[in-house]
């Protein structure tokens, strides 16, 4: 190896920046505060997607954590296909203002045939990604007062079979697991028994990891919390039971189920992990799922977008990158396509024009051969009747002049009777 030129290094690296110590209080210690207290003016937005059969609890469910009662209809089993319903609300919890939208795949798994059931739920997402890609784009933008549409997290719902996951269930996370945070959550878990639900949850986890979808995982890279974030991993998929009725335990009213043989309390960790999941949504990652949907799924969506529309990054050795120059190697890209598509539709015209001359000579042709066709019987039946007019004529002198030998023969029969009677009257007379 050659030996490294030290002080050509030197000249080209950035100089590291020194550390000072302050004399005294300055200030900028309050810039956290200033931050907390201008994102609490202006507002959150948290949107969620709701991903589960019909019925299987979603709306329920939603009621439960947020504990209020949103407007929401029951679906029908009856879909064409399956339909995004986005239903935003305005929350407020002290003085943090909460804009929720709470977006429900209506229809999902109730079609015959469920290939195409991901489909709605990825355009639904991308177009969300989309809005605010082109409001980042517009030359005047205003993404401080943007209502951001893209979807934070998607609650799957898994059907409490005890069995493995369906593989609509696979397809759809598959789907859906570069495009947002996925947690997965075993619903009406009351339905299931506590053995059960232990070697379902290993299975289900198996089953994700071997078709290689990848669920959204609590970070464990803030230290404040790392360690419940990397207890509650392993407790997924949460289990969770949610219910709006509200049944007395003791002497406190709680959310409940109750049922012949006893009551299943949605907020007691032992019944099942509805308080695991609100702890983990709400309480400790949301600013994580917001912040993880916009640095890791909005930021694939937008690269993968400007790639496609001709924007590339510089690297090292190459000139920087120019928006003008990529503006214009795309114009000609497009005239060039244009002139292709252009060159393409008119031979395929003068193609088709050929074609039809052809097809139209073929068929004078034929017209022209039955033309002669017709010609010769008609000439042949001309000659026939020529012959038998000809045969008939004959006929008819024959016939005149058999007549009149006949006449002939009759005048002189005529004739000879007429005298016999005189020659008998002389010889009487003798
Ligand atoms: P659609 O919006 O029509 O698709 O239904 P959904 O998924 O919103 O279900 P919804 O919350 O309307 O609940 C459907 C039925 O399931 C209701 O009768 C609920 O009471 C019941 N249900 C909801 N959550 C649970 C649960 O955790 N356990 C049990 N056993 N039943 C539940
Ligand atoms: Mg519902």
């Known amino acids: 190896l050659p030996p490294l030129d030290l002080d050509l290094w030197s000249v080209s690296a950035e100089p590291e920046p020194r550390s000072l110590s302050l004399g005294g209080h300055v200030g900028f210690d309050s810039l956290p505060d200033q931050l907390v207290s201008k994102s609490v003016t202006q507002g959150f ?31 029908s089993h009856h879909e064409a296909s399956v339909r995004l319903r986005p239903q935003t609300y305005d929350l407020q919890e002290s003085n943090v203002q909460l804009k929720l939208t709470i977006v429900d795949a209506v229809g999902f798994g109730d ?132 219910s709006t009725e509200e049944v007395k335990v003791g002497n406190k009213l709680v959310r409940a189920r109750q049922y012949p043989w006893g009551v299943v309390q949605v907020e007691n960790e032992n019944h099942c992990d509805f308080v695991k999941l609100r702890e983990m949504l709400i309480r400790v990652n949301m600013e994580d799922l917001r912040e993880q949907t916009h640095s890791r799924h909005y930021e694939l969506y937008r690269r993968c977008k400007l790639e496609e529309m001709g924007f590339q990054d510089s690297d090292g050795d190459s000139q920087p990158f120019s928006l003008q120059e990529t503006y214009e190697a795309k114009r000609k890209e497009f005239l060039s396509e244009l002139q292709r598509k252009e060159e393409e539709m008119r031979q395929l015209f003068v193609n088709k024009v050929k074609e039809t001359e052809l097809e139209l000579k073929e068929k004078e042709r034929e017209l022209h051969e039955k033309f002669e066709h017709l010609k010769r019987v008609h000439q042949e039946e001309k000659r026939r009747v020529e012959e038998k007019r000809r045969e008939l004529e004959e006929e008819t002198s024959a016939f005149t002049r058999r007549k009149a030998a006949v006449e002939a023969l009759q005048s002189q029969a005529l004739h000879a009777t007429s005298q016999q009677p005189l020659r008998k009257d002389k010889d009487k007379k003798k």
Do not use: W
């Open 111 to 242: 079609q015959i045939n469920k290939d195409e059931s991901y489909r709605p739920i990825v355009d639904y997402i991308d177009a969300q990604f989309e809005s605010y890609l082109q409001e980042e784009l517009k030359i005047r933008r205003s993404l401080f007062d943007y209502h951001d549409t893209r979807i934070h997290v998607c609650l799957y719902f898994i059907t409490p079979t005890g069995h493995s996951l369906k593989s609509l269930d696979l397809v759809t996370m598959k789907k859906l697991d570069s495009k947002v945070n996925i947690i997965p959550i075993i619903a009406k878990a009351d339905t299931i028994s506590k053995s059960e639900l232990h070697k379902f949850k290993i299975k289900i986890m198996g089953e994700l990891v071997s078709n290689g979808v990848q669920i959204y995982q609590f970070p464990t890279d803030d230290e404040a919390v790392a360690e419940i974030n990397a207890v509650m991993n392993a407790h997924l998929p949460f289990a969770v039971v949610g």
């Open 45 to 75: 937005s948290f949107n969620i997607l709701c991903v589960g059969e019909t019925g299987i609890g979603k709306s329920t469910l939603m009621n439960t954590l947020f504990n209020t009662t949103f407007e929401t209809e029951e679906a």
